[in-house]
């Protein structure tokens, strides 16, 4: 089950109650800290239902996202019970992904690598790596790719941290069809956009290729996936450019 703050007209549309963070399968443990951009299509269900397509290692996820949130909002809620430092603090961890904006800004890039570093330290504790979601911007931003990359790329070399290059995989697709609406909204990801999302967190984190994955999956949420099985190797390709497969 998810855990996140959810906006009335989101809400409105989820017929389960949401009762607190909760681990999902079994497999090699992954948290994902984030805001919308990772809950929206559930993104995390997404990245377990490929390596569950996949016939090899099983990935189990749990989800900390509110509307919003900046690293340095989840941070500041303390070790408060159903947010991300209590949850990191429960052990057990391979990796925890870290997600907010593009932080393709200098102010938003401080605080992406202070909180970067201060999470970071506080994973050590328990055996976690940090792995960076990069993120990307507003449709109308884009001439903020480069930078935002940049970004996520330096806060995870401070900690030694995993990149998982999300935005850069979006650009790859693009030169290969720049008319893929990888948005739903100007902000949010399609249902395409998650899914080439989730296909270059999949490939990092646990090292296989993207390419020859399905195209429809069925979360363990109950809910469906359907890309198109041409764009999904357009997707695939782009994937496994960024993430170098």
């Not at 809620?77 to 593009?102: C, D, M, T, Y």
């Not at 697709?173 to 270059?200: E, F, V």
Request: aromatic letters at 8%.
């Amino acid at each position: 089950m998810l855990r996140f703050g959810l906006p009335l007209s989101l809400a409105a549309c989820l017929s389960s109650a949401i009762s607190g963070p909760q681990l999902s399968g079994s497999g090699t443990p992954v948290l994902f800290i984030g805001n919308s951009l990772t809950y929206v299509n559930d993104l995390p269900g997404i990245v377990q239902a490929l390596a569950d397509s996949a016939g090899g290692p099983a990935i189990a996820v749990e989800t900390v996202a509110f509307p919003d949130y900046a690293l340095i909002d989840h941070w500041n809620e303390g070790s408060a019970a159903g947010h991300a430092r209590a949850e990191i603090a429960k052990g057990g961890w391979k990796f925890v992904v870290l997600q907010q904006g593009p932080s393709s800004t200098e102010v938003n890039r401080d605080t992406l690598r202070l909180a970067t570093r201060m999470f970071a330290q506080e994973m050590s504790k328990f055996g976690a790596t940090a792995a960076l979601l990069s993120a990307w911007p507003t449709v109308d931003r884009r001439q903020d790719f480069p930078r935002a990359i940049e970004s996520y790329t330096l806060a995870a070399g401070d900690v030694n941290g995993v990149l998982l290059p999300v935005a850069a995989a979006w650009l790859a697709a693009w030169r290969r069809d720049s008319t893929l609406a990888l948005y739903s909204d100007g902000l949010h990801p399609s249902i395409d956009g998650s899914y080439l999302s989730a296909l270059a967190i999949y490939a990092v984190l646990e090292h296989r290729t993207p390419m020859g994955l399905p195209s429809r999956l069925r979360l363990r949420s109950g809910a469906a996936v359907f890309v198109d099985q041409k764009i999904a190797g357009i997707l695939q390709a782009a994937a496994a450019e960024a993430t170098g497969w």
